[in-house]
C-alpha cells in the first residue's frame, strides 16, 4: 500500500497534454491507465465506456467492477489488449510512451496525458470529452477546475511538511500537487522553496524547517511507523503526535475530487489545530 501511495506522489513531468490524434468515432471501449483519468472519464459521463483499468482505480465506486489490466505503469499490453479497447488513455511518462506505441501499431489508438497539478485537469478533461464525444460535459468541468487552479491561495496560518518516505526522508517540494492542496488550504509547505515535486532531505533539515505538522498519505488512521524511532523524535510535530493522516485515494491524485481534497483539508488543520492544543506527546522531552 505504501508503494502505491509514493509512486502516486513521485510521478511528475511537464504539463502538457500529448495526444496521437485520430479522425475517428467516439470511443467505446476505453482502457483507463491512471486513477486520475478514471475519475475524469466518469466525472465527464463516460464511466460506462471503460472496460479496462488499473488495481488503483478505485473511485467512484462503480469504477471497481471493472476488470483490472494491473498496476498501470509499465501497462500489461497483453491485459490492456484483452480488453479489445478502441482507445488507451495513458499517462504521459517513459515506459508510456513505449508501450503507447505498441498500442498504436496494433491499431488502437493511445493518448498520452500529463495530470500532475492543478493546472493540468481541465485541458484532461477536455481532451478525454473530446475522444468520447462528451464535448459540452467535458467543459462544463474543465471551466470549474481551471476557476480552481486559478483561485489565488489564502494567507498561510498553518506550516506542514509532506513524507512520502522515511528512510531516507522524501518530502515534497513546491512542483507538485500536494504543495498546491496545502496552499490552497491555507498551510505554508516548509519545503516550498524547494523546486522539484519531490526531494530527499536529511532528517537534521526537517528538524531545522520545524514544521507545525507531519503530513501522510495514508489509507489508514495509524499513525505512521517511523514516528516511533528515536532519530524522529527529534521533530518537534513528530514528537508531539501533529499528524495529518490524507487518505491517498482523495489527496494523492488531482481530479474531479480536487476541490474537496482542498476543503477536507482545510477543515483537518483547523479541527487538528484546536484538537492538538489539548493532545498528550508522544513522549515527554524539551523541544528544541
Same mark, same amino acid.
Request: hydrophobic letters at 45%; one cysteine or more; aromatic letters at 4%.
Given at each position: 500500500?505504501?508503494?502505491?501511495?509514493?509512486?502516486?506522489?513521485?510521478?511528475?513531468?511537464?504539463?502538457? $497534454?500529448?495526444?496521437?490524434?485520430?479522425?475517428?468515432?467516439?470511443?467505446?471501449?476505453?482502457?483507463? /491507465?491512471? @486513477?486520475?483519468?478514471?475519475?475524469?472519464?466518469?466525472?465527464?459521463? +463516460?464511466?460506462?465506456?471503460?472496460?479496462?483499468?488499473?488495481?488503483?482505480? &478505485?473511485?467512484?465506486?462503480?469504477?471497481?467492477?471493472?476488470? %483490472?489490466?494491473?498496476?498501470?505503469?509499465? *501497462?500489461?499490453?497483453?491485459?490492456?489488449?484483452?480488453?479489445?479497447?478502441?482507445?488507451?488513455?495513458?499517462?504521459?511518462?517513459?515506459?508510456?510512451? !513505449? #508501450? #503507447?506505441?505498441?498500442?498504436?501499431?496494433?491499431?488502437?489508438? $493511445?493518448?498520452?496525458?500529463?495530470?500532475?497539478?492543478?493546472?493540468?485537469?481541465?485541458?484532461?478533461?477536455?481532451?478525454?470529452? !473530446?475522444?468520447?464525444?462528451?464535448?459540452?460535459? +467535458?467543459? %462544463?468541468?474543465?471551466?470549474?477546475?481551471?476557476?480552481?487552479?486559478?483561485? *489565488?491561495?489564502?494567507?498561510?496560518?498553518? =506550516?506542514? +511538511?509532506?513524507?512520502?518516505?522515511?528512510?531516507?526522508?522524501?518530502?515534497?517540494?513546491?512542483?507538485?500537487?500536494?504543495?498546491?492542496?496545502? =496552499?490552497?488550504?491555507?498551510?505554508?509547505?516548509?519545503?516550498?522553496?524547494?523546486? +522539484? @515535486?519531490?526531494?530527499?532531505?536529511?532528517?537534521?533539515?526537517?528538524?531545522? !524547517?520545524?514544521?507545525?505538522?507531519?503530513?501522510?498519505? #495514508?489509507?489508514?488512521?495509524?499513525?505512521?511507523?517511523?514516528?516511533?524511532?528515536?532519530?524522529?523524535? #527529534?521533530?518537534?510535530?513528530?514528537?508531539?503526535?501533529?499528524? /495529518?493522516?490524507?487518505?491517498?485515494?482523495?489527496?494523492?491524485?488531482?481530479? *474531479?475530487?480536487?476541490?474537496?481534497?482542498?476543503?477536507?483539508?482545510?477543515?483537518?488543520?483547523?479541527? &487538528?489545530?484546536?484538537?492538538?492544543?489539548?493532545?498528550?506527546?508522544?513522549? !515527554?522531552? $524539551?523541544?528544541?
Amino acid at each position: 500500500m505504501l508503494r502505491k501511495l509514493v509512486l502516486g506522489v513521485l510521478l511528475v513531468g511537464a504539463c502538457h $497534454t500529448s495526444a496521437r490524434r485520430h479522425e475517428v468515432e467516439p470511443a467505446r471501449r476505453i482502457v483507463s /491507465l491512471l @486513477p486520475s483519468f478514471t475519475e475524469l472519464l466518469f466525472a465527464i459521463g +463516460a464511466g460506462d465506456r471503460v472496460v479496462g483499468r488499473t488495481r488503483w482505480c &478505485d473511485y467512484p465506486p462503480a469504477a471497481l467492477s471493472i476488470p %483490472s489490466v494491473g498496476d498501470g505503469l509499465p *501497462p500489461n499490453i497483453e491485459a490492456v489488449m484483452a480488453r479489445q479497447p478502441d482507445l488507451v488513455v495513458l499517462y504521459n511518462a517513459g515506459p508510456n510512451v !513505449r #508501450a #503507447a506505441k505498441q498500442l498504436e501499431r496494433a491499431g488502437i489508438q $493511445t493518448v498520452l496525458i500529463d495530470l500532475n497539478r492543478l493546472e493540468d485537469l481541465g485541458p484532461a478533461a477536455r481532451t478525454l470529452g !473530446r475522444l468520447t464525444g462528451r464535448e459540452e460535459q +467535458a467543459e %462544463s468541468l474543465a471551466i470549474a477546475l481551471d476557476s480552481l487552479a486559478g483561485r *489565488p491561495p489564502p494567507p498561510s496560518t498553518t =506550516s506542514l +511538511a509532506f513524507i512520502v518516505w522515511d528512510n531516507p526522508p522524501i518530502i515534497i517540494g513546491h512542483g507538485s500537487y500536494l504543495d498546491q492542496l496545502a =496552499s490552497q488550504a491555507g498551510a505554508r509547505n516548509v519545503f516550498g522553496d524547494v523546486a +522539484a @515535486p519531490s526531494a530527499q532531505v536529511s532528517l537534521e533539515t526537517i528538524v531545522a !524547517r520545524d514544521p507545525q505538522w507531519i503530513a501522510v498519505l #495514508a489509507d489508514s488512521a495509524m499513525t505512521p511507523a517511523f514516528a516511533k524511532r528515536r532519530e524522529w523524535r #527529534a521533530v518537534r510535530a513528530v514528537r508531539g503526535g501533529r499528524f /495529518l493522516l490524507l487518505p491517498g485515494s482523495l489527496f494523492g491524485r488531482p481530479g *474531479p475530487r480536487s476541490a474537496q481534497a482542498i476543503r477536507e483539508l482545510r477543515e483537518k488543520l483547523e479541527h &487538528d489545530e484546536v484538537g492538538a492544543q489539548h493532545a498528550a506527546p508522544l513522549h !515527554r522531552g $524539551t523541544n528544541p
